[in-house]
């Protein structure tokens, strides 16, 4: 019996596109000498003559059909396929075909990677990769994956690495249209090389920075390259196309990388576009080869510095602000930053990726922003001439508030970030443009959400400088949900026995405990542990706990304080109160930590996974503790007017 996987039918395509049946025979891979390679050769069935002699050339494109079929071109206008009687002849031909193409890419991706190849040469080849890639997409399926695990076996990421850092502007093109075919086909492919480099090579050379660096270097004023690779990247953070298995999960793995390798070169130009330190400009200068010269005269609040002649004041964002709300008391803001159009169009690029950061990466940015204070940097570009720049702030700001996440609230308070985009409403003016209308819409979902904590921080801060707006109720509407919330407070208040309001906000210890491991442990064992370092250490009297051992022990030594001010029953229907004053409390401060257990502020009964959360701070004289804290009592109200805090000042 004769064999039958190699026994297929020979077929041309004729003039009028049918195929002609030209015999059938049996199919051989075999070295032909005249024809100087391997070839595919035909021999019929009936009388053993030659029905086909092919040579199996790589730059011939052959494709494989519905398991039996081989098609490929030969010449212009000349077709050949081959139909199989058995799919496992067919498999066996198409991998000798193959093998021969893998020979051929490998010399390609040498000579494309080697230094002593001219720049013409290299140009041609990487021509050629990219329109193979563009031919891949009229494959089937199944040939096009194999297509491309082909490439990935051979090392087109590697050669792309080096290709893409070349100063030769069409290569480093035709390199970044091979990466969007690669990306598109298979971003966890792309993304699992990038994390085993990043095993054994430096930051500054892994294939994720150089497409970082391309889009932050693009010469192009309109950046056309620039967005090209910012849509590349949003691919491959998106945790939409993540893969998850028993075993592993690729969001938490990939996103740590990220956090720890990569997110240092993305914001390294918004960073230094906003920073009043000289070192952290000159670092970004070193390591990064960029084309703009920085203006950078730093300027704080208040100050009344003259920038040098040879500036244009365009360029510096700010220069023609006045920080009209800004109590003196707050931390200066970095003002000092290039504002021409290009370096706008950059840094909305890089906003845009960051805000996508917010809505699909929770755990791992909100880490960052915190450690980095990125918010307070990001709002900065408020004051930019470019309104597109402006807006992008904005909106990842309002991102940010969108999550109603306490935490993310406290930020901001404590923070006083709203300043800024207040100081953008009044200095717009009366008129009715999108930045005005993106201002007025955050502050109207703030309202419309009924965010307690932000609600009276903007009530009680910013006011006054907010009443005279009357062409929306936007404003009026937030003081009348803070006054409508303090009255409610003032009720509960008042409807405990005053022995017992000093202690209206505690909470049993199940409960600070079940909290604890909400916040603690939930995030953690979603995405992974937090992997951002922190700019610099936290000073002593920050709000924010700086790792959950202290928290416990400021928690324990609350609670040990607690159990001795609790009521002590001496006999039936009666009390004994203990209390324990330490010598600066005597003298109107407290030194101590304290844990502050804040109500629910939610509306219609949604709840972020933050909320409650008992709070860690360090109360110092006339300073606020907790998320929200209204004037309840005679004692508070005297404290507070012993050290008045100085109020906004309102601009002319």
């Not at 070839?39 to 086909?52: I, P, Q």
Request: with cysteine.
């Amino acid at each position: 019996m004769s064999d039958t996987r190699r026994r297929v039918k020979v077929y041309t395509l004729n003039e009028d596109r049918q195929w002609d049946d030209r015999g059938t025979g049996h199919v051989s891979s075999t070295y032909v000498e005249e024809l100087k390679g391997m070839s595919l050769l035909v021999r019929a069935e009936s009388d053993g003559s030659l029905l086909l002699e092919s040579k199996i050339n790589p730059n011939t494109a052959y494709q494989k059909q519905q398991d039996t079929l081989i098609v490929w071109s030969e010449a212009e206008n000349y077709d050949l396929a081959l139909s199989f009687q058995e799919k496992a002849g067919c498999d066996e031909i198409w991998e000798k075909i193959c093998q021969e193409d893998e020979k051929f890419l490998s010399e390609v991706f040498a000579q494309l990677t080697d230094e002593a190849t001219d720049d013409d040469k290299r140009r041609e080849l990487v021509n050629f990769f990219k329109e193979f890639c563009a031919f891949s997409q009229t494959l089937q399926p199944q040939n096009r994956d194999a297509f491309f695990k082909t490439l990935a076996k051979l090392g087109i990421l590697p050669a792309l690495e080096i290709v893409m850092g070349m100063d030769d502007l069409q290569v480093r093109s035709a390199a970044t249209d091979i990466f969007s075919y690669l990306v598109e086909f298979s971003p966890s492919m792309v993304r699992e090389f990038v994390m085993q480099e990043a095993q054994q090579s430096d930051d500054d050379i892994l294939l994720i920075n150089v497409v970082i660096e391309q889009m932050i270097c693009d010469t192009d004023p309109e950046l056309g390259g620039a967005v090209q690779l910012m849509g590349l990247l949003r691919t491959l953070i998106d945790p939409e196309n993540m893969l998850a298995t028993t075993n592993k999960t690729e969001k938490s793995e990939f996103l740590n990388f990220f956090y720890n390798h990569c997110m240092h070169v993305l914001t390294a130009p918004l960073l230094t576009n906003t920073s009043e330190d000289k070192c952290e400009k000159d670092f970004f200068l070193k390591h990064y080869r960029y084309s703009w010269s920085f203006i950078c005269t730093p300027s704080h609040s208040h100050s009344h510095s003259t920038p040098s002649s040879s500036i244009s004041q365009d360029n510096i964002v700010g220069s023609n602000k006045n920080n009209t709300i800004c109590p003196e008391t707050l931390p200066r803001t970095p003002q000092c930053h290039q504002d021409n159009y290009q370096t706008a169009q950059l840094l909305a690029l890089i906003l845009e990726l960051l805000t996508f950061c917010v809505e699909h990466h929770t755990y791992h940015i909100k880490n960052y922003i915190m450690n980095k204070d990125l918010l307070r940097r990001v709002l900065v570009l408020m004051n930019s001439k470019h309104t597109f720049l402006a807006l992008c702030a904005l909106r990842f700001m309002r991102r940010i508030i969108g999550l109603k996440d306490e935490f993310y609230n406290r930020y901001i308070t404590k923070g006083n970030l709203f300043e800024p985009v207040i100081n953008a409403l009044l200095d717009n003016g009366t008129r009715y443009n999108l930045l005005n209308s993106a201002v007025i819409e955050l502050f109207e979902f703030i309202r419309v959400e009924d965010i307690k904590s932000l609600t009276a921080h903007i009530v009680e801060n910013f006011y006054k400088a907010l009443e005279s707006i009357e062409y929306v109720q936007t404003f009026k509407g937030l003081k009348t949900k803070y006054e409508q919330e303090k009255d409610r407070q003032n009720q509960k208040l008042n409807s405990v026995p005053s022995i017992l309001r000093s202690n209206r906000f505690r909470r049993d210890a199940k409960a600070l405990e079940e909290d604890e491991e909400m916040w603690f442990n939930e995030d953690e064992e979603e995405e992974g542990k937090a992997v951002v370092a922190p700019v610099e250490k936290p000073k002593p009297e920050d709000d924010f706990p700086d790792n959950y051992e202290k928290f416990m022990e400021t928690k324990k030594a609350k609670e040990s304080e607690d159990k001795e001010n609790l009521p002590k029953r001496t006999s039936p229907g009666g009390f004994k109160f203990t209390f324990s004053h330490s010598a600066s409390a005597a003298n109107g401060t407290n030194s101590k930590s304290v844990v502050a257990q804040i109500p629910p502020a939610t509306s219609n009964g949604s709840s972020s996974k933050t909320t409650n959360l008992p709070t860690s701070v360090t109360a110092t004289k006339g300073s606020l503790v907790g998320l929200v804290d209204y004037p309840d009592d005679e004692e508070e109200d005297e404290e507070e007017e012993s050290s008045p805090r100085k109020r906004p000042r309102l601009g002319s």
